[in-house]
């Protein structure tokens, strides 16, 4: 075991600060986790008026002058920011975390907290009754804050920046919008050229399948896969999240669907290579600044790899296929691995962001930022919502729509108040194949070790390129140090063209 670094005095107590603040903030996840696994709905507003209390002694214990001289003694002693050691990157995280919350009124913050609570109770009713007026009044106030929130960092290049800056450090509005101007072309041509073709049957799966064994399946892949139990758990959500308490605790959820026998797996995958990202944190960076992950993008990078690029791989079903036919061998047992993989790869434009398949699921992201961006600018009002999505879901993928339940209430994001985070799940589809095809450059034999079984070389490189970081260095640092090169939309096309031509005979 490598020997800790010496810090100086004021250093140790800053490294003591922020453990005390990772401690309350696990606290919080812990309600949070609560709220969405447990909870009964009478239980909103206490949980609220919890949460905000908890997030008080946050702020105050953070936004202090006396912790702001810390840092700024601290960024007199270390010198370069940018250097790559840990002391250095850990004065810049927390410097950069302590700008952002000083500049936000204890008022404010408070009633931000309790709005994210009502707010997502009244989503999961509205949800339920498929009706958008029940959610409305809540995102009007969650929207008006969001706006308050950004205006607190004037002057901007754009209001849509401070809240893009809260899940992908450093990018800007203009970056997002240049990688999705070269992106769509791309997506749409390959999206016409498909649908030309006869798509192929997966009515198979389409049907309801024994939860359990659903549940028994998925457990066994995500094990395969490098899943610590020890250190993490699976439960049932309304939508799917991964959620972190700690070092040793970083639990995912997953949630089945009466008429899809795939959703629970692929979504189970998916968030195992979030928890996998958190798992893989050195433990050195226990309680630390440095502790969390570099950006959502980052993140959504290493779960859109596990579900997609290895999980509906046929190398992954060449080794998997026969147990999980003989264990829903009533819906499979004449359906062949080829037929299989073709079906569970059929693209096809669907309501639903979390189901859509590769080839479609950009266009739900590039809906959204453009919803996003018209909210925060004052183009468009909640009250109009439910008739601009319908509106553009037919624009981006030429249906509409039945109702509020799959339509503009689908997604839990909003009822956090989560403004800015949508372009990171785009943003983290691009980084996944890049990264992929970095480490098949490095590794060619890893798609005939997926066919049997065995997924160390997979997680080995991730945990050597990516996770060992944490919070150390900004995405794009990431991606450069990883790949060479900043999040560029080619390596994730190339890997849908050689992927759809396959199997769409292009």
Request: contains cysteine.
């Amino acid at each position: 075991m490598s020997e800790k670094p010496e810090y100086s005095p004021k250093m140790q107590t800053l490294l003591e600060r922020v453990a005390e603040f990772t401690d309350l903030q696990h606290i919080m996840a812990v309600l949070g986790w609560d709220q969405q696994i447990y909870m009964p709905p009478g239980g909103a507003e206490e949980r609220g008026l919890q949460s905000a209390a908890l997030g008080r002694i946050l702020h105050e214990k953070f936004a202090t002058e006396e912790f702001g001289q810390l840092i700024a003694d601290l960024e007199a002693e270390v010198g370069d920011l940018n250097a790559e050691t840990d002391a250095a990157r850990s004065v810049k995280t927390v410097k950069r975390a302590y700008e952002k919350q000083v500049k936000v009124p204890l008022p404010m913050l408070m009633e931000t907290i309790k709005a994210q609570t009502m707010g997502h109770e009244a989503w999961v009713k509205a949800r339920a009754q498929s009706d958008f007026s029940i959610f409305q009044p809540h995102l009007e106030t969650l929207v008006d804050l969001r706006k308050q929130y950004a205006d607190l960092f004037k002057p901007y290049d754009h209001i849509y920046d401070p809240l893009l800056d809260d899940f992908e450090p450093g990018m800007k509005t203009t970056e997002v919008k240049e990688i999705f101007d070269a992106l769509r072309p791309q997506q749409v041509e390959l999206l016409q050229e498909i649908a030309e073709k006869e798509p192929p049957d997966n009515s198979f799966i389409k049907q309801h399948y024994n939860e359990e064994h659903q549940e028994l399946f998925g457990r066994h892949v995500i094990t395969c896969f490098g899943y610590d139990w020890q250190r993490g758990r699976l439960d049932v959500a309304p939508h799917p999240f991964t959620t972190e308490f700690g070092y040793g605790d970083v639990r995912i959820t997953t949630r089945y669907l009466k008429q899809d026998g795939g959703s629970a797996l692929f979504s189970t995958m998916h968030e195992s290579g979030h928890a996998m990202y958190g798992q893989g944190v050195p433990e050195k960076y226990k309680r630390h600044p440095l502790g969390g992950a570099s950006s959502l993008a980052i993140h959504e990078s290493q779960s859109r790899l596990w579900e997609n690029i290895v999980g509906r791989s046929k190398a992954f079903w060449s080794h998997f296929y026969p147990s999980f036919q003989m264990l829903f061998s009533q819906h499979l047992g004449g359906v062949s691995l080829e037929d299989f993989y073709r079906g569970i790869n059929r693209v096809e434009p669907s309501f639903i962001r979390v189901e859509a398949d590769e080839a479609t699921y950009n266009m739900h992201i590039m809906l959204r930022l453009e919803i996003e961006i018209g909210l925060m600018e004052g183009t468009m009002n909640v009250a109009d919502l439910p008739e601009i999505w319908n509106s553009k879901m037919q624009e981006y993928l030429g249906i509409t729509p039945p109702d509020d339940a799959v339509g503009v209430l689908q997604d839990i994001h909003w009822s956090g108040g989560m403004i800015g985070y949508f372009p990171t799940y785009a943003l983290g589809n691009l980084a996944s194949a890049q990264l992929w095809e970095k480490l098949l450059e490095e590794n060619p034999d890893v798609p005939d070790e997926i066919a049997r079984g065995k997924f160390d070389t997979i997680l080995g490189w991730m945990r050597e390129h990516v996770h060992q970081y944490g919070s150390k260095f900004e995405p794009q640092e990431i991606m450069l140090k990883a790949t060479g090169s900043k999040i560029t939309p080619e390596p994730y096309m190339a890997y849908l063209r050689k992927k759809y031509t396959e199997i769409y005979d292009l």
